[in-house]
């Protein structure tokens, strides 16, 4: 069964980064391409980050040029660099592996961002 498992969340001010990380177990890391998803209260989850099996990567507009993801295959991780982060970044944040038809989540991790 595939396992995805975040860290990284917390607290922090308006203004300071954050990265999170994603860990997959039991998949082929590689042929998956990978997502950052947020959901704030109230709110749709929505599409933050995404990087294909070819390191191709697309960015919400509310997070471009502040957000950056990342994968390492042979540590079979992805992660999102938070710069310059504000309040309305505060959200859930869920890792997402895609192959095909198989769509597999993480618990999510609480970013908090104070103003």
Same mark, same amino acid.
């Given at each position: 069964?595939? /396992? ?14 954050? *990265? ?17 998803? *947020?959901?704030?209260?109230? =709110?749709? *989850?929505?599409? !933050? ?11 919400? =507009? ?12 042979? =540590? +079979?991780?992805?992660?999102? /660099? ?13 890792? +997402?592996? /895609? ?7 993480? /618990?999510?991790?609480?970013?908090? !961002?104070?103003?």
């Amino acid at each position: 069964q595939v /396992q995805l498992v975040e860290s990284g969340g917390g607290l922090v001010q308006a203004g300071e980064s954050m *990265r999170l990380s994603c860990a997959g177990s039991e998949m082929i890391f590689s042929s998956f391409n990978m997502g950052w998803y *947020r959901q704030a209260p109230g =709110k749709q *989850r929505e599409l !933050v980050a995404h990087i294909t099996t070819g390191y191709e990567t697309k960015y919400a =507009k509310s997070v471009e040029g502040r957000f950056s993801i990342s994968r390492d295959n042979a =540590k +079979n991780t992805v992660d999102l /660099q938070m710069n310059s982060l504000k309040p309305d970044d505060t959200a859930v944040y869920y890792c +997402n592996a /895609q192959r095909r038809l198989m769509d597999y989540w993480g /618990q999510g991790t609480q970013v908090t !961002v104070s103003s």
